[in-house]
């Protein structure tokens, strides 16, 4: 086999790459995403199928992710040919890591742009101007925060202040390096978090409705399973974890040999699951307490919390505490996206680290700014890479780890014996055919009911109609 290169940083212990890789899979998604999508697809019965779907879907390509990193020790990119050429295989199978990192850099675009609208929201709790809202207040000043309702103009300003500030914060910490940079922020982040997390259950469960939360999430009904539930649990277990972006291939770069990469990815997709689980009680019992629906996404965050900040004592204390929790969890995800395009920039000739952090942050502000003016593209952002690029991506990296990867070339990563075995059965065998069930079905489904797009009749009887035509005049 060719000569392979390597990266010559790596991270200091196996704390600071567990910390740093809790950060990158958990993220906003986990917030709002999760608790609904399982209350709404069959509460308990919805978590087995997530678990099922995470032990033997996103764990193995996580696994292959990992070890492909760490075997050829370069950014996703390099990394990937560099592994092609040592298998006498063509370097178009570089197609692998290009999809994924334009990917990390497409989510990251809008992934800034709701990070500066948490950051809104943080100030105007500290300021006490969430307080006293109805829904239709709380509804009204979300869409002027974002420059949609009044004073337009001056609010989108705004947005771009609060959306250079963050984008700069990543670009610093990205570009001091994997350990000054990446490190120190998580291992002092999500130690952090963890507190945080505790501490906004807590007081959620003492002052809200948590025998309702806890029905909605996690009583069986297997009356609402059907083929959705199972698409459903499929993608946000790939999405939550955050594979098929290149982010695990570049992490992994910095591994050493003493990280067992089975055990670690257990640790991580256990602790994303975890939070996933937790985070629903640290927002549908204020919910459910203050009488609202626990509708999904950003309404969520934005309209339904500050409305039931103030239904519970010490409700702006809380407010403050909740999105800075959000905060956090946005920061160290979107840190671990932009290490992605950094670290393939960083190995061009004459390209430093903190000048690749700074030119993929001015290219972030300049689309993030047209998200900030028009509210339509990053919508479309959103459909493109939820619904199309991430399932492709990480489908083509189980392609390639499990049929284009000789299985002498990844054993010295993950071993020999049972755990090889199975792991190679699963990404030959198993782990293909479900994601593509994700990219075709997901796609026609969220293009149904994202674009309005009516489905043939046999699609439509198994994905339901998400939207039903207006009656002709």
Sequence with gaps: MAEIGRKTENWSSRFAFIMVAIGSSV?????WRFPYTAGANGGGAFILIYIFCVVLIALPLMMGEYAMGRKSGMSAIEGVQSLARAENRSQNWGIVAWIGSLTAFFILTFYMV???????????????????TTAAESGQNFLNTIGEGE???????????????FITANVVVVGRGVKGGLEKAATILMPLFFIMLVVVVGFAVANGDTA???????????????????????????????????LMITYGAYLTKETNIPRASGVIAAS??????????????????????????PSLFFVSMPVAFEAIPGGTLFAIVFFSLALFAAFTSSISLMEVGVSWLEEREGVTRIGAAAGIGFVLFMIGAAYVFSLDYLDFMDFITEGLLLPLGGLLAAIFAGWVLSRDMLVSELGEGLIMNVWRFLMRWFVPPFIGVILIFGFLDKIQDQYHVPLPGALESLLGPNWTPPPAQ
């Design 151 to 165: 004073m337009p103009m001056q609010s989108r300003w705004y947005m771009l202040m609060l959306l250079a500030l």
């Design 27 to 31: 993220g906003l998604g986990n917030f």
């Design 212 to 246: 309702r939360t806890f029905a909605f999430i996690f009583e069986p009904k297997w009356e609402d399973v059907g083929f959705k539930t199972l698409l459903a649990a499929l993608g946000q277990a790939f999405f939550s974890i955050g594979v098929g972006v290149g």
């Design 272 to 297: 994303d699951t975890f939070v996933a689980l937790i985070a629903g009680f640290a927002i549908f019992p204020i919910v459910f307490a203050a009488g609202l629906d626990p509708a999904e996404g």
């Design 114 to 132: 709701i990070s500066s609208w948490l950051l809104a929201y943080i100030i105007q709790a500290i300021g006490g101007d969430l307080s006293g």
